[in-house]
């Protein structure tokens, strides 16, 4: 198709084109191909957070490894598992049993100044350790079953005893979530 040829069709067009309707129309196809073009018309992956409101640049698409001034400031979600093949260690409960076990938080910014500045790492690199390690100190103390029956229990603790520690970082942590819990046969 030759511009001739385009300078031809609107010509033979204009009034459909130049009215509100026609303008609409192709603005809206432009602003599309823009945005496909731009990269944000891909999904985020499962695994990447998802938030609507950050301090800092509107939100992009960043590859791996990127670093970005973006602060999360609504409520955001971090799985967790005590599992072998996920590279944390199932949980030995009281009674011999090894159990796999999903852990879900929800948590939001409450401060973005200390949650950038809290510490001279990222927050989660220190209260992700801390987290587990409390919870496998609790939970392990524990049989399975004692633990599915008192998980609401086990769950308001944990959060209540590291509320602080998450606070201090500039954190709200919403809630923890013990997700299933199932007996690993040894292998």
Known sequence: MSADDILKWISENKQWVFSGVGVFIVAAVASMVRWILSGRGQRPSPATPTSEATVGRPAADHSEGELT???????????????????????????????????????????????????????????VPLLLSRLRGFMEGLTLDDARARRCEVEHRITQELGLEFEKRGIKLESITIGAMEKVNRA
């Open 69 to 127: 001034d973006e602060i999360p400031l609504t409520t955001q979600t971090l799985n967790l598992s005590f599992d072998d093949h996920r590279g944390i260690h199932t949980l030995t409960m009281s009674d011999g049993k090894r159990v796999r076990a999903e852990i879900h938080l929800a948590w939001r910014v409450i401060n973005p100044y200390l949650f950038c500045f809290s510490s001279k790492d990222h927050p989660f690199d220190v209260l």
